[in-house]
């Protein structure tokens, strides 16, 4: 048997003293006394009678300890040419003082605070204080419009947003705070006010009475302490796509994610307290969340904070000079950001120019990494690379190579093999399990484990609906894979109408309902079509109202600027083709699958269900003119 083996194993045979072991590593105000509480499924909860503190547990209890002096975050901005260095023990008194300025306008436990800010050291700040005093935070990514903005403002209610003046992508500055007040005169639900931190590339006319500047809110005030929370109390709320344009608020709880990501850090990224950690990715994400900001804080790593991209800034050797620079030995990003650096500097002269002697390990996830891309990653760097697999949902990996553990034999395509935690099952429609190597829905089976989401933010019965209704008694992921003989899972494709654009998850459904809303749109369809550097992208196919005869070019213009403004930039929507009518089933049903493949060139059937097969011409030819379909 080999080691992993083993380890799943002693989860299988008792999770709960499986978890209950990997709590011991957590500081607790009140121990638990049990893991799980299964009383009332399908909701389960994990450590609730612990008392706990995340932001103790990811700051001061390192301060403690002794690993005051450590740097706790590296900022390395190459779009401001900043670099700054924030030790554990400065970290706290940022965190306390920020934690104090809230609590002393009102801000308690199980409020909702907002944070719309990009990739800067205070945006750690401002999601840690939220956790020092039991506040739930709810990260906005900058890439999304006011509009998306206000959806979570109306679901999340938050008392208080705290924001930054303006983001900077290669090239522009993103001014926020246009964003933040259109954001908030759309929405129903108005915050007390705001805290407004001011970045010098734009900073904010702030309005009287309701934003108060950064420093100036913690003024006087007294520091705050860490308060005790319970450990199914929420930490934070991350919205993230699902089939309609109503985001999906996943909620996660204090004290399972602490002893889940903590786990992780040893057993699947092999790393040691004091080693340098670097997720380049975005805090909008959540893989920021959990592996820019709690996962290397709670094991006392040094994590990186990066304001820049893979490429441009200024250029494709920036991820190496970064390792080189501060000493990482573990990135984890996304594949499309090697595919941009690969299509830059494929014969990895950038590469060469580094010293990358403490570079152990690559992770990457968030999309499907395709074998070309690992096998180029291999080869350059000279280290493992290793595909996981996670959701927004989960909040960690539920397939990995668990490095820590021993590392497994590389299947490319695959992300490896379930986790502990995780009883990982390919179901048929009728949810019975499918052969090895045989295509299924990817189901696991309930509970879920620890930090996982107990529910949606107020929407109980949509939780049930969306992910426990297809499969009694299992987890519907969304995914659809294969698993086979050794256990080696793939994923191959989304079941529903998500799509992953740069690593971003994004709705169609939330695109055809922007696209819907247009005044000359009679009916239209968001197909992801398969792209080189992106994985994915958006093409849009709109009806006209009949009788309109304005000038096509003008209203697809007019559709790509209403995603803009009214998703964001991050939706990538940039084409749009107008036809006369849309491939449908006899019952209505748009054939998106179908539009999928012509647009891949891949080889279809047309359904027998079809209503009228020559519709599929129009496609191919609205996909032409969009340079897309050769079959
Ligand atoms: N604030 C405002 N706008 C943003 C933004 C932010 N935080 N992030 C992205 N955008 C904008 C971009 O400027 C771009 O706008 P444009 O249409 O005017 O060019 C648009 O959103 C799309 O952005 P992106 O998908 O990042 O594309 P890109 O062409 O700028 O860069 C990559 C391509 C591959 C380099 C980039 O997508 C990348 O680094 N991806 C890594 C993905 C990642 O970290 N994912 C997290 C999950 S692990
Ligand atoms: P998100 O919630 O944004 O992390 O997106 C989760 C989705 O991204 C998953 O449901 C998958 O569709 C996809 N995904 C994440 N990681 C991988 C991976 N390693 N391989 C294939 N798809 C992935």
């Known amino acids: 048997m080999t080691r992993y083996a083993e380890v799943y194993k002693s989860w299988q045979d008792d999770p709960e003293s499986f978890w209950m072991k990997q709590a011991e590593a957590i500081d607790w105000i009140k121990p638990p006394s049990k893991a799980l509480d299964d009383s009332n499924p399908p909701f389960y909860r994990w450590f609730p009678d612990a008392e706990c503190n995340t932001c103790w547990n990811a700051v001061d209890r390192h301060v403690e300890g002794g690993r005051g002096d450590q740097t706790a975050i590296i900022y390395d901005s190459p779009v401001t040419n900043t670099k700054r260095s924030i ?31 990009p990739m800067i050291p205070e945006t750690v700040v401002a999601m840690l204080a939220c956790a020092r005093i039991g506040a739930i935070h709810s990260v906005v990514f900058g890439g999304f419009a006011a509009n998306e903005l206000a959806v979570r403002i109306d679901d999340a209610k938050p008392k208080t947003l705290i924001a930054a003046s303006c983001g900077i992508e290669p090239g522009r500055v993103v001014a ?17 006010f705001t805290i407004m931190f001011q970045r010098d590339q734009a900073p904010a006319d702030l309005v009287e009475g309701r934003d108060i500047e950064w420093h100036e809110a913690q003024h006087d005030v007294q520091p705050a302490d860490c308060v005790a929370v319970g450990g199914a109390d929420p930490l934070y709320i991350l919205y993230t796509s699902g089939t309609t344009g109503q985001p999906k608020g996943v909620v996660r709880p204090n004290a399972g994610h602490m002893v889940a990501l903590h786990w992780t850090m040893e057993n699947i990224y092999d790393v040691e307290p004091g080693d340098v950690y670097w997720a380049a990715s975005d805090v909008g994400w959540v893989v920021g969340h959990s592996y820019i ?38 990135l984890f990003t996304a594949p499309t950001a090697f595919r941009a650096i690969k299509r830059e500097d494929s014969s990895g002269e950038f590469v060469k120019k580094y010293d990358l002697r403490h570079f152990k390990t690559l992770f990457l996830a968030g999309e499907r990494a395709d074998p070309d891309t690992i096998e180029w990653a291999q080869a350059q760097l000279g280290v493992p690379v290793i595909d996981h697999w996670w959701q927004t949902e989960t909040g960690y990996s539920i397939a990995a190579n668990p490095v820590g553990i021993e590392l497994l034999p590389v299947k490319l395509g695959s992300p490896t093999v379930a986790m502990p935690g995780y009883d990982v099952q390919i179901l ?63 994923i191959m494709a989304r079941t529903d109408d998500v799509i992953n654009v740069a690593g ?15 005044p000359d749109v009679a009916e239209c369809a968001v197909i992801g079509v398969t792209d080189q550097l992106k994985g994915q992208l958006p093409v849009g196919f709109v009806c006209l109202n009949t009788g309109c005869d ?40 748009i054939l998106r699958g179908v539009m999928v493949k012509i647009a891949d060139g891949e080889a279809f059937k047309v359904p027998a269900t079809i209503d009228d097969p020559a519709i599929l011409d129009e496609i191919k030819d609205g996909l032409q003119s969009l340079g897309y379909a050769q079959n």
Not at 92 to 97: N, S, V, Y
Request: hydrophobic share 35%.
């Open 87 to 117: 030790s554990y023990r400065e970290l706290k008194e940022l965190t306390a003082k920020l934690a104090g300025a809230l609590k002393a306008r009102g801000i308690n436990k199980g409020d909702r605070v907002i944070i719309y800010m």
């Open 176 to 192: 926020y705070k246009p964003m933040l007040d259109g954001a908030i005169d759309l929405a129903e639900h108005k915050p007390d």
């Open 293 to 330: 900001v709690y996962a290397p804080l709670l094991y006392g790593c040094t994590t990186v904070v990066f304001e820049g991209k893979p490429v441009g800034t200024p250029d494709a050797g920036t991820f190496w000079r970064v390792i080189s620079e501060h000493n990482v030995k573990v």
């Open 428 to 490: 048929d429609e009728s949810g019975h399990e499918v052969a090895a190597g045989e295509l299924g829905a990817i189901a696991i089976k309930l509970p879920l484990p620890p930090g996982t989401l107990p529910t949606l933010w107020g929407a109980d019965e949509r939780f049930v609906r969306s992910y426990l209704a297809t499969f009694p008694g299992y987890y519907e992921t969304g995914d659809a894979g294969i698993k086979d003989q050794d256990g080696y899972i793939s």
């Open 504 to 518: 971003h998850r994004l709705s169609t459904g939330g695109m055809e309902e922007v696209l819907a809303g247009h």
């Open 550 to 589: 304005r000038d096509q070019g003008d209203i697809r213009s007019e559709l790509v600027q209403r995603v803009r403004d009214q998703i964001g930039p991050v939706a990538a929507f940039k084409q749009v083709a107008v036809v006369d009518r849309l491939p449908k089933t006899r019952s209505g049903k």
